[in-house]
């Protein structure tokens, strides 16, 4: 059965950091693509960063490049990508989806390819 569990979230003030974990679990990490995704409060769900589990090429979206590092750990078989968050704005705050892509390919500029699955969430809330 194919899980994908985010864990992390919490409430940060202006200028803080956060590390978002999405532990993943039924498939291997290999075979898919990995991104997270941001949902502000009345808006869509938008893409802010994605990572290959192929060859560890990532994509960020230019609101968050600079700020926000992927990184993804298949040793021990933690499987497990996270998303490091760094000079948090309050325009950060939103609802954070980790999911993944069977058919995804990540490159610097761009990404190809759809979802299979999505995990459930986890609020981050900047605010002082």
């Known amino acids: 059965q194919v899980q994908l569990v985010e864990s992390g979230g919490g409430l940060v003030q202006p200028g803080g950091s956060l590390r978002l974990s999405c532990a993943a679990s039924g498939f291997t990490l290999d075979a898919y693509s990995i991104c997270w995704y941001q949902q502000r409060p009345g808006k869509e769900r938008e893409g802010v960063s994605c990572i290959s589990g192929s060859d560890g090429s990532a994509y960020y979206d230019d609101s968050v490049k600079g700020r926000f590092t992927i990184s993804i750990d298949k040793t021990n078989a933690k499987n497990t990508v996270y998303l490091h968050m760094n000079s948090l704005k309050p325009e950060d705050t939103a609802v954070y989806y980790c999911?993944?892509?069977?058919?995804?390919?990540?490159?610097?500029?761009?990404?190809?390819?759809?979802?299979?699955?999505w995990g459930n969430g986890t609020l981050v809330t900047v605010s002082s």
């Open positions: 999911a993944a892509g069977g058919g995804m390919v990540v490159t610097p500029s761009r990404v190809f390819g759809g979802i299979d699955y």
